[in-house]
Each structure stands twice: as C-alpha cells, then as structure tokens.
C-alpha cells in the first residue's frame, strides 16, 4: 500500500469522525433541543434524553432548560394607590414549556429574562399603583385582642383589607401568562421579595409609627392606673372594714372580760364582807365577855359598835 493511499484512508476516516461529531448529539434529562436549518427550526421539538442525530454541518441543534429557571427582578420605586412611593423588590420561576415557539420568539433565555422584566416589571407597577400600600402587605385582616378603649384604639390602626398581598400576586402572575401565552413559557410562581419605604419618607414614617404606639402605650398605661386605683380604693374598703369588725369583736370581748371581772370583784367583796362582820362579832363577844360581869353597869350611846350587837341580841 502507497502512501497516497494511506493518506486517503486517514482523512477518509477523520472526514468520517467530524461528519458523525456533526451530526450526532446527547439530550440530558434536563434538556430539550431545537433543530435549526440554517437559522430556521426544523421539525418538532427533542425532549426525550438519549442520543440523537441530525443532519451534519447544514443543522444545529438549540439546547434549552427544561427545569424551573429563576427571574430576579430589580428593585422599582412605584407609588401606591394612597399616593405612597415604595421600592418593590420581585422575584419569579418559570419555564420552557413550548422550546420551538420559545426559540421563534425569544431564541434563547437572554432574550427570555429582558421579556420577562417587561411583563412582570409592567404588571407589579400596574397592580401596585392600583392598591392601596396595606393591601400589598397583609393578607387578612385582624382582630385586637383587647377590651375597652385601648380596642377600639388599636382597632382604628388596623384598616380591614379586601385583597391582600397573596391575591396581588397572583393576580400579576396570571395576567403576565396571559401575555406570554404566545412565547412558549410559563410563569409558575410570582412573589414580593421586599417592599419599604423610599429613603426620604422612611424617617417620617418611623417617627408616626412611634408616636402612635407611644399613645398606645399611654392609653395603655392610663387603662392600668385607673384599673390599680379602682383595686386599691377597693382593698383600702375591705380592709377598713376588716378593722371595724376587729374593733367591734375586741369590744365586744373586753365588755364580756370586765363584766366577768366586775362580778368576780363583786362575789369577792361580798364573801370579804361576810368574813369581817363574823370576826368583829367575835370578837366583840370576847370583849363583853372579859370586860363586863353581872354586877358591871355600862352606858352606851345609839352609835357605839357594841350597842348595834346588843341590839341584834334583843
């Protein structure tokens, strides 16, 4: 065999190499392909992995995502229906769901992301320029927890809302399907990431939100006062009381003590007195009878201690 053959059959096989390199390709699980002819899709869509082939040179084939893909939004200032200006900060996930209308309108996820800025940038400023700010960030309504004037208070700072934030949003992701139904993609979830105030009105706000719990806190504190005076006045009752009742039992007690002390007092006396006019007769017997005989004549007057003896006697 010659050289020139040899040659021959070198670049017969690396022409061959390059024309199956050309025309042969891998699909992964992840992927789905467009073929192009000369610019121009060719056939349907590849969405099923494994190894593929297409014509070598003349065809190319467009690899695409089939997962979700994430949208990050750049952060807008928009003013609300209650003429609020707030930086709205978004985010999305989407996806190819059509690759051949996907690769006829936006060829690639490039052109995909600066399409979906102009929907859903658009439809955010769209849908929070006609709600007020409380719709775009609560999504129920609430109920104070309190009693009296403290919630009917709280209950004037709590505004009652028809839509809310999750509703907002869903209604930016329906609308922006809507407009993308003819782009081969889907958006399959939409959310706020992040809404505040603008810088310049941030402060001012702060400053309403503190003094406005600064009277809460004040009606609070009043509430408590008046509640603590209420129970004081309410103990100081209770507690007069208390010592009249005590009064009026001690008195009680020490009326029934000297009463029982006065007759005690009394029983003794008596008992004393018995005592001392047994022993004065006594001894005025003793006297009679060691001074006086029968031949002793004595006078006494009405008022002698003897006499009322000799009285008793008769």
């Given amino acids: 065999m010659n050289r020139n053959k040899i040659i021959a059959i070198i670049v017969i096989i690396i022409a061959g190499i390059i024309v199956i390199a050309q025309s042969a390709y891998t699909v992964k699980e992840t992927e789905q392909v467009v073929i192009t002819q000369f610019g121009k899709p060719v056939g349907e869509p590849v969405t099923e992995p494994g190894l593929k082939f297409k014509a070598p040179f003349i065809q190319t084939a467009n690899f695409f995502e089939k997962r979700y893909l994430e949208w990050d939004g750049d952060p807008n200032q928009v003013p609300t229906k209650d003429k609020k200006f707030i930086f709205v900060d978004t985010y999305a996930r989407w996806q190819i769901t059509e690759p051949l209308q996907f690769y006829k309108r936006l060829t690639n996820e490039r052109g995909a992301q600066s399409r979906l800025d102009d929907l859903l940038d658009g439809e955010t400023r769209d849908a929070v320029a006609g709600h007020d700010l409380v719709e775009l960030v609560r999504n129920t309504n609430r109920n104070a927890q309190t009693s009296g004037k403290i919630s009917e208070l709280i209950e ?35 959310r706020f990431k992040r809404i505040n105030y603008v810088e310049d009105v941030r402060k001012r706000v702060y400053d309403r939100m503190r003094s406005e719990r600064i009277r809460i806190a004040d009606k609070f504190r009043s509430e408590g006062q008046g509640e603590a005076s209420r129970i004081n006045g309410k103990k100081e009752r209770e507690l007069n009381q208390i010592r009249s009742q005590a009064f009026k039992e001690a008195e009680k007690i020490r009326g029934r003590a000297d009463a029982d002390a006065a007759n005690i007092y009394a029983e003794a006396y008596n008992q004393s007195r018995q005592s001392k006019e047994f022993y004065e007769f006594t001894k005025t017997l003793e006297t009679f009878r060691k001074t006086f005989d029968t031949s002793t004549t004595v006078i006494f007057s009405e008022e002698s201690e003897l006499y009322k003896y000799l009285q008793r006697i008769d």
């Fill in 156 to 190: 004037d700072s709590l505004v009652d809302i028809d839509v809310g934030r999750t509703k907002i949003q869903n209604m930016i992701q329906e609308t922006a399907n809507k407009e993308a139904e003819d782009l081969g993609i889907k958006i399959l979830d939409f």
